[in-house]
């Protein structure tokens, strides 16, 4: 059975908004007392969340708090855009819903000091929890940068 949304965004709700690695680590706990069925879902719920959020109207969005040569805006790394996509998830669903309808609501997640980096890791560190093993793991949406190519409909070959 997969996870729903709802005990998805309950899960997220527990990082009061931040993916600190405090945070993150108390999450991959309370998931890795879950079933492994539980574990995958929560991947699979993350995973289809950063991809939805995986759109060129955000990625084009410059780092708000750096500037370029001559004061240029400085683009996000793709790297960065992960990360700026990973702190719009813990930030909790009402964020997540929210950007989607105006846009400049992703421009905070931007910033240098916005980082949810973290929460890349939960998954994989409940599933150790769970199970004692790594994970090698694979789910069905990618959630690397420029993967989704309907956000990114230049991009497509």
Known sequence: ???????????????????????CQRLAEELGRRSVPDIIGFAERHAEALYRLDQEKFGSLPVVDLTARHGRPFPQSGDGFLYARCAVVAAGQAVWESVFFDIDKFRPYTSTECDGEWLLYV???????????????????????????????????
């Not at 965004?9 to 908004?17: E, H, K, V």
């Open 1 to 23: 059975m997969r996870m729903t949304w709802a005990e998805f965004w309950a899960l997220i709700a527990t990082l009061n908004g931040e993916a600190t690695q405090e945070n």
């Open 123 to 157: 998954p994989d560190k409940a599933y150790e929890l769970a199970t004692g093993e790594e994970w090698d793991r694979s789910t069905q949406y990618c959630f690397e940068s420029f993967s989704n190519r309907d956000g990114w409909p230049h991009l497509r070959d």
